[in-house]
Structures are given as C-alpha cells and as structure tokens.
T-cell receptor, first 109, second 117 residues
Framework: GNSVTQMEGPVTLSEEAFLTINCTYT??????LFWYVQYPGEGLQLLLK?????DKGSNKGFEATYRKETTSFHLEKGSVQVSDSAVYFC????????FGAGTRLTVKP | GAGVSQSPRYKVAKRGQDVALRCDPI?????LFWYQQALGQGPEFLTYFQNEAQLDKSGLPSDRFFAERPEGSVSTLKIQRTQQEDSAVYLC???????????????FGPGTRLTVL
C-alpha cells in the first residue's frame, strides 16, 4: 500500500541551525508529495509540495526535492528560527492522502 | 475570506452515545475530506466528497461511521454508538479541485477533539 515514513522526533535545534527532516515513501503509481506544518494551537497548513520527480517545492525558506530514485522528499531549511517550532508532516497523494506520523521541531533561542 | 470551520471544537461523549461533527468548507470548494488523527499520529483518511457525491469511503473504520454532504457544502460526520477507540481529533479539509484533481491544495479546519469516556 501507499505509505510515508518520516524521521521520528522530537528534534531540538538552536536558532540559525540547519534543519533536515527525512521523509521516504512507498507508493504504487506516481504520487504527489507534500509537507504540512501544524503550529501550536493551529490547524494543518500546506508548507510546500511537488507533483513530479525532480521538482523542488519551496516556501518560507524551507525546501524539499522529489527524488524518485531514492523515494524521498526530505525537508530542509538553512537557518531555523524560534517561530519554526511546530509539528511537520510529510504526506503523499495517489488515490487519497497518506500522512507520516509527524516530527515535532523545537527551536531554542 | 473565512477558512474551514468545524464544530464543536471539543466533544465529550459517554460510550454508546451518538455524535455528529460538522464541517463548513471554504465557500466554492468542490472537494471535502474527513480525517481522523489519533494522539501523536498523523491524520488518517476517512472519506472524500466531490460536491454531494461521496466518492471514497474506504477509510471509514466501521459501519458506525457515516458521513454526508447533502447539498454539496456543509458536511456532517456521524459516529453511532461511540467507543473509547473513537477518541481522536477529527479533521475536515476542503479544496477547489473542480477538475477532480486530488493534488489541489487542501485547506484544513481546526478539528474537533472527541473524547469518549
């Protein structure tokens, strides 16, 4: 079946550190890939997406590249801020949307 | 404009009670999705509507779960004879998806936290 596996948290970083949250997927067909973010007390928001191999999604300094050869969609940011503290979910769509379990990121000043 | 809204935000039910959870999608959004999110987990797909048509209900965990969207706008998720394992946050999302493309951005509501005692 279609599924997403993402890096377990929690992840704690200092401000301005480099962030990587790993995400790999298993899918039949050609999925579209997403990163969603959930800030404390808020609903899920789309952060970025990529719909075909080698596409790079980017938003708010975050980037992820759709790698078909490694079935991965790792999330990166060069310099995190305290305001990036949230739970990040990797997801895919083939016939329906499948989410990973989420990775909690805490950024300390 | 307003985002996706859900009500109630919190619901406590005694085991065996029926509950109804409401979702108001963004005006004009054709597609509507329901998800169940257990504590510490990612959302899991329950069901999907395009207008009033329920196109996929493969994620509904049992026949106690029923969803409807009779006029293609507001949707209600009903859970009959609630059990403790139904305790979760129920999320609703909507998307424009006028062409039926599931890859259209989904906009999520704040969720309803259901606790079954």
């Amino acid at each position: 079946g279609n599924s997403v596996t993402q890096m377990e948290g929690p992840v704690t970083l200092s401000e301005e550190a480099f962030l990587t949250i790993n995400c790999t997927y298993t899918a039949t067909g050609y999925p579209s890939l997403f990163w969603y973010v959930q800030y404390p007390g808020e609903g899920l928001q789309l952060l970025l997406k990529a719909t075909k191999a080698d596409d790079k999604g980017s938003n708010k300094g975050f980037e992820a590249t759709y790698r078909k050869e490694t079935t991965s969609f790792h999330l990166e940011k060069g310099s995190v801020q305290v305001s990036d503290s949230a739970v990040y979910f990797c997801a895919l769509i083939v016939n329906d949307m499948r989410f990973g379990a989420g990775t909690r990121l805490t950024v300390k000043p | 404009g307003a985002g996706v809204s859900q009500s109630p935000r919190y619901k406590v039910a005694k085991r065996g009670q029926d509950v109804a959870l409401r979702c108001d999608p963004i005006s004009g959004h054709v597609s509507l999705f329901w998800y169940q999110q257990a504590l510490g987990q990612g959302p899991e797909f329950l069901t999907y509507f395009q207008n009033e048509a329920q196109l996929d209900k493969s994620g509904l965990p049992s026949d106690r779960f029923f969803a409807e969207r009779p006029e293609g706008s507001v949707s209600t998720l009903k859970i009959q004879r609630t059990q403790q394992e139904d305790s979760a946050v129920y999320l609703c999302a909507s998307s424009l998806a006028s062409s039926g493309a599931l890859t259209d951005t989904q906009y999520f509501g704040p969720g309803t936290r259901l606790t079954v005692l």
